[in-house]
């Protein structure tokens, strides 16, 4: 997790917090389903990136800041 978190700050500013944390097991949760709806063949590659972007967005902020 502090591989992913560090790759989503760009940066090491130290420990991983609880917020992030928090951020990224729900980012996980979303991906993993978007992949279940994918494998069943609900959704596009291209559906899946953009709804696990969009969850992203919602989550960190456009500006990855939030």
Do not use: K, N
């Not at 130290?14 to 992949?35: H, I, K, M, Q, Y």
């Not at 919602?58 to 939030?66: F, I, K, P, T, V």
């Amino acid at each position: 997790m502090e591989l992913i978190v560090g790759a989503i700050r760009g940066r090491d500013d130290g420990p991983v917090s609880a917020l992030e944390l928090e951020r990224l097991a729900v980012l996980e949760d979303v991906w993993f389903s978007r992949l279940v709806g994918w494998t069943g063949g609900l959704l596009t590659p291209e559906m899946v990136v953009g709804q696990v972007a969009r969850a992203a967005r919602l989550l960190y902020g456009e500006d990855g800041d939030a």
